[in-house]
């Protein structure tokens, strides 16, 4: 059996990590750390979230550092402040309490002075946010001369969220590592460049399929109409009484309408999204850490980095634009060895994406039926009952009571009171639910009058189309790649910009300089008027009819 010690890990970091319960070593740590120990390799490691990343790194950075010298050996960057503190907590255990090794973080969102001042009473370690290290290089508040290590944590999600100019900047200002340790749950192209060109023959692992689903997750999807969405999200929650989860939507809107709905409704729930503060955000996760919200309902780049335990139910009430960001969001949950659910909730059109992330994951979805009003209801109702059997009586002073209690029921027999506290308890349930729709897609009304299959019909629209195509119009639009865009922020940027749905659009082919947009032909001048003429970063947006001929052969400006 493979242990700690027989890996390389030297006594003091094993009794820190025995005391933490740690006694055989993850698929990742086991293959990564004595290679990690030896210092001078490059490194990739690709595994999903919660397989023990951070150990396996944050060992060997920990035994590497020269305890004597106070000043940074070693850098840790990663996308979020969450995740940054989380690497500077995990680390702090790591060590021990009597451990000399001083960790640094710093971060957005908090005062700058304070992380300078910190960093000049001396430490071995920095964990850092891209956009507040460059800061401090800028400012000359950080020396990054003697760093020997650069470890890029969630390096998939950093490039996904724009930072690839940032990291590159950051290995340009670490020219004397001796390696590099690359972390990331995918291989997309970007990663791949950014290894060839600040890496030498690196050491690669791989735990798992690259881009493979954790085993552990049971990926499931619900089907019916856009117009259904929300009520089969609610359906979905109430089957599940014991959800702790997230649910995902595509854009801060969404998350913020649909978070005012379900807290009108009753139902324990918080939004995190760009437009919250520092503090507010704060807030948020702690109340979801310390469960006080049973739901957080979260944007892809608002949820970046968040690393809670025993998350049930992860919710894409839409699915994403960039199918690699669903491994992202199924990663919450299923993690440590825990089992978990991922649940989508999928209109007809939205088929063929569920067939593209299958194939990226490597693992069926199972279709599921949306619970009838009754099953909610027996479902709410057999939780009550388990829950009210598993109460503990013993601490407190029930026994006064009793006397007043059994003078109040005498003329009540057992079965009625059994009633009364179903109906205190099930009254809204019961009435919500008395004459619930059947929400799920059935095969023979999915026909139309001549018998053609709409799923059928809705799925063609999905493939590429022809630019004469009657019912949608292609737009050109002078934004590209080299804007910063991929494709899942530019859909969201048009999107904000113009305030539609994505259900209205069709292709989008984006290249270097330009893009088009298929966009459904009564709202096209909608979006035509939302985005011609303003301005992006110093720079006009053009967009128009794209088959008006009036960009044809034209530059950018």
């Known amino acids: 059996m493979t242990n700690f010690e027989s890996l390389g890990i030297e006594e003091g970091l094993l009794a820190a990590i025995s005391a933490l319960g740690f006694t055989e070593p993850t698929p990742i740590q086991e293959k990564a750390i004595p290679v990690l120990l030896q210092g001078t390799k490059d490194f990739i490691g690709l595994a999903q979230t919660g397989t023990g990343k ?24 990663c996308p979020t ?7 500077t907590k995990d680390l702090g255990t790591f060590r021990g309490k009597k451990s000399a090794i001083h960790v640094t973080a710093v971060y957005g969102g908090t005062s700058i002075g304070d992380q300078i001042r910190d960093l000049k009473k001396g430490t071995h370690i920095v964990v850092a946010t891209p956009g507040r290290l460059i800061d401090l290089i800028e400012r000359k508040a950080i020396n990054l001369e003697k760093i020997h290590y650069v470890i890029l944590d969630e390096a998939d999600e950093m490039l996904n969220m724009g930072f690839k100019d940032d990291i590159e900047f950051i290995l340009q200002n670490t020219p004397n590592r001796q390696s590099t340790w690359l972390f990331s749950a995918t291989m997309p192209p970007e990663i791949r460049h950014v290894s060839k060109k600040y890496m030498d023959k690196p050491f690669e692992i791989t735990i798992g399929k690259v881009n493979a689903g954790n ?26 009484p014991g959800i702790y989860g997230i649910i995902f939507t595509r854009t801060k809107a969404d998350a913020q309408t649909v978070t005012e709905s379900l807290i009108r409704e009753g139902y324990d729930i918080e939004a995190l999204h760009g437009d919250l503060t520092q503090a507010q955000r704060d807030k948020v996760m702690s109340r979801f850490r310390e469960k006080s919200i049973q739901l957080l309902i979260a944007t892809d780049v608002a949820a970046r980095g968040i690393d809670v335990q025993g998350i049930t139910h992860v919710i894409n009430y839409e699915l994403p634009d960039d199918t690699e960001v669903y491994t992202h969001r199924s990663g919450r949950t299923g993690r440590a060895g825990k089992s978990g659910v991922s649940v989508s909730i999928v209109t007809p059109r939205e088929t063929y994406r569920l067939r593209q992330i299958e194939k990226l994951i490597n693992s069926r979805f199972h279709k599921m039926d949306i619970p009838s009003g009754k099953d909610v209801c027996r479902k709410q109702f057999f939780h009550f009952i388990d829950k009210l059997l598993q109460t503990d009586i013993s601490n407190g002073e029930y026994e006064a009571y009793l006397p007043v209690l059994r003078e109040k029921f005498a003329e009540v027999d057992k079965e009625e009171i059994l009633q009364r506290v179903a109906a205190l308890e099930f009254d809204r349930f ?11 897609m059935r095969e023979d009304s999915r026909k139309d009058r001549k018998g053609t299959d709409r799923n059928e019909r809705s799925a063609g629209r999905e493939r590429p189309r022809a630019a004469g195509d009657g019912n949608y119009q292609r737009l050109f639009v002078n934004l590209g790649t080299r804007d910063g865009f991929y494709k899942a922020s530019f859909l969201q940027f048009i999107l904000d910009m113009s305030d539609l749905r994505k259900d209205v659009l069709g292709r989008i082919d984006m290249k270097e300089m330009n893009s088009w947009v298929e966009i459904e032909s009564g709202v096209a001048n909608k979006m035509i008027r939302a985005l011609d003429g303003k301005n992006f970063r110093g720079r006009k947006i053009r967009m128009n009819d794209a088959e008006s001929g009036g960009t044809r052969g034209k530059n950018r400006e």
Do not use: M, S, W
């Open 81 to 87: 402040r969450e995740l940054c503190l989380q690497i």
């Open 430 to 440: 019961l009435k919500y639910y008395e004459n619930a729709a059947d929400l799920n």
């Open 54 to 77: 951070t150990a396996a790194f944050g060992l060997p950075v920990l035994q590497l550092i020269n305890k004597d010298d106070r000043f940074p050996q070693a850098l840790i960057v």
């Open 215 to 240: 085993a552990n997750i049971d990926h499931q999807y619900y089907q019916t109409q856009h117009v259904n969405r929300y009520e089969t999200l609610k359906r979905i929650v109430d089957f599940n």
